[in-house]
C-alpha cells in the first residue's frame, strides 16, 4: 500500500530538486499496479518528461560470478570522482514460486549507497524476461529529472531472455570472467553480439595473465561475429573492480562511443527506436492486462489451459476461441455504431 505523499503534487518539484526521498517514492509509484497509482505515474511522467533525456544510459550484464555489483560500485565511484552524477537501477530476480526478491544489491556496493551523488535502487523483475523490471524505462527517466547523468542498469545475468536491456539503454556492456577457449562456447552469442562494449572483469593478481588471454580470445571471436553498430567497432577491454585498473579506459571508450553515435544520428535514432519499442510494449502489455480480466475469457480459461495442457486442444485452436470471445462483444459494438 502505497501512503497519500506518494502522490502528493509537489513530488515533481522536489525530485527535480535532487530529493533522493522523492525520488525513492516516485519509483515506487510506478512500480504500483494499482489503477489509480498508474494514473498518477503516468502524469508525473509527463510532467518531467521536458527534464530527461540528458543523460547516457548503460545496462551491464554478465556471467554469473563476474562480480557485476562490485564492478559497478568501483565505476560509479570512479565516475562520481570525475564530477558525475551516478543512479544504479539493480534488478533482482523475483522468485517463481513467492514473487519475492532478495534486492541485495544495496549491501554489495555499500560505499557507493552512502556518497550523496549516488542513488541505487534495486527492484524485482517481477517474472519480466529480459533482465530487467517491468517499470525500468519510467524509473531512467525519473532518475535523469532528479539530475543524474549516467543511469546504469544492472541486469538479472545473462541467459537467452537476458537482452532486452539492450534496447532500453545507450550502450550494453557485457562483463566476462578471464579464461577463453572452452569458455566461450559457453557464452549465448546473442548476447555477445548485441554488445557495445566487452569488458573482461577481475583482471588483478593471478588472474591476470588469463585476463589478458581472454581479451585477445574474445577480440578475435568478435572477428567471427557480425560488426557493430555503424561506425563503431566492439572494444574488447580488462579491468578490475578490486584494484580499478582499466576503470578510466573503460569510460573513455564509452565517451567515445557516445561522441561516435551522436556524430553519425546514431544516438537520437536509438532513442527515437526506444520510444517507438516502450509503446508497443506497453500496447501489448495492457492488452494482455484487459484480457485476462475479460468476464467473456475469465469464464473459460482456466478450463482452456487445462485443456491445451493436457494436450486434448491445441494451443493455436484454443488461443484463437479466446480471442473471439475477447474480441465479440467489441467488434458488435462497433457493427452497432456503424448502422447508426
Not at 493436457?310 to 465479440?328: E, K, Q, S
Request: charged residues 20%; proline residues 4%.
Amino acid at each position: 500500500m502505497i501512503d497519500p505523499p506518494f502522490i502528493d503534487p509537489s513530488l515533481a518539484v522536489r525530485l527535480c530538486q535532487g530529493d533522493r526521498r522523492a525520488l525513492a517514492q516516485a519509483i515506487t509509484l510506478v512500480e504500483s499496479t494499482r489503477a489509480d497509482h498508474r494514473l498518477a505515474a503516468e502524469a508525473l511522467i509527463a510532467a518531467l518528461m521536458p527534464q530527461t533525456g540528458r543523460s547516457i544510459r548503460i545496462g551491464i550484464s554478465g556471467v554469473p560470478g563476474v562480480g557485476k555489483s562490485t564492478f559497478i560500485e568501483t565505476f560509479g565511484l570512479h565516475l562520481i570522482g570525475r564530477g558525475h552524477r551516478i543512479a544504479v537501477l539493480a534488478v533482482d530476480p523475483s522468485s517463481q514460486r513467492t514473487g519475492g526478491s532478495i534486492l541485495g544489491d544495496k549491501t554489495r556496493m555499500a560505499e557507493l549507497t552512502r556518497h550523496p551523488a549516488a542513488f541505487i535502487r534495486p527492484s524485482p523483475s517481477g517474472g519480466t524476461l529480459g533482465g530487467v523490471a517491468r517499470r525500468t524505462r519510467e524509473a531512467m527517466l525519473l532518475c535523469e529529472a532528479a539530475g543524474h547523468d549516467v543511469i546504469i542498469v544492472e541486469t538479472v545475468g545473462v541467459g537467452q531472455s537476458e537482452t532486452a536491456v539492450a534496447d532500453m539503454v545507450d550502450l550494453f556492456m557485457l562483463l566476462l570472467l578471464p579464461g577463453g577457449g572452452d569458455e566461450l562456447q559457453g557464452i549465448k552469442k546473442g548476447i555477445v553480439e548485441l554488445a557495445d562494449l566487452i569488458v573482461v572483469n577481475k583482471a588483478d593478481g593471478d588472474l591476470m595473465a588469463a585476463a589478458r588471454q581472454a581479451v585477445a580470445d574474445y577480440r578475435h571471436a568478435l572477428t567471427l561475429l557480425r560488426a557493430g553498430r555503424a561506425g563503431w567497432r566492439v572494444p574488447v577491454l580488462s579491468g578490475s573492480a578490486i584494484t580499478g585498473q582499466g576503470i578510466d579506459a573503460i569510460w573513455d571508450e564509452i565517451a567515445a562511443f557516445a561522441d561516435a553515435m551522436r556524430a553519425g544520428g546514431h544516438f537520437e535514432a536509438r532513442r527515437a527506436e526506444q520510444a517507438r519499442s516502450w509503446l508497443w510494449s506497453e500496447i501489448l502489455g495492457n492488452l494482455e492486462a484487459a484480457f485476462r480480466s475479460d468476464p467473456a475469457v475469465a469464464a473459460d480459461l482456466s478450463r482452456d489451459e487445462a485443456a491445451v495442457i493436457a494436450g486434448r486442444v491445441a494451443p493455436p485452436t484454443a488461443a484463437r476461441a479466446l480471442l473471439a470471445r475477447f474480441l465479440a462483444p467489441r467488434e458488435m459494438g462497433s457493427s452497432e455504431k456503424k448502422s447508426q
